[in-house]
């Protein structure tokens, strides 16, 4: 598959052991700190950017929500109440997801 989490795997492989060796100098702990955190505003980046590129017409007219809560891989207790909210919560829900994945990881 060509997921984005399976790059995040190995990457994150690849870079936290460098993290755990015994005597490392507390620059390099500093380096491997941004670069964990580099990665992870790449994968928050990237899955708002995925959303958009996608094509998908669910997420380009905010109504993905409509039918994520009763589909997501792991629902919460709370999902079946958030799956019957109004169209215009979802809506918002759409958007704040957006948000969360776009702007916030620029701050």
Same mark, same amino acid.
């Given at each position: 598959t060509n997921l984005q989490w399976d790059i $995040? /795997?190995?990457e994150t492989g690849a870079v936290a052991p460098l993290l755990s060796f015994p005597?490392?100098? !507390? =620059?390099?702990? &500093?380096?491997m700190l941004w670069t964990l955190r580099a990665l992870v505003f790449k994968v928050m980046f990237a899955s708002g950017v995925v *959303? $958009? @590129?996608s094509g998908c017409p669910k997420w380009r007219t905010l109504s993905a %929500?409509?039918?994520?809560? @009763? &589909?997501q891989p792991l629902p919460h207790k709370l999902s079946?109440?958030?799956?019957?909210? !109004? *169209?215009? %919560?979802q809506t918002y829900s759409a958007l704040g &997801? =957006? %948000? $969360?994945e776009i702007f916030l !990881? =620029? /701050?």
């Open positions: $995040l /795997l190995i005597g490392a100098s !507390p =620059f390099s702990s &500093t380096v *959303k $958009l @590129e %929500m409509d039918y994520h809560y @009763e &589909t079946w109440y958030a799956h019957g909210s !109004p *169209k215009w %919560m &997801t =957006f %948000m $969360l !990881p =620029f /701050l």
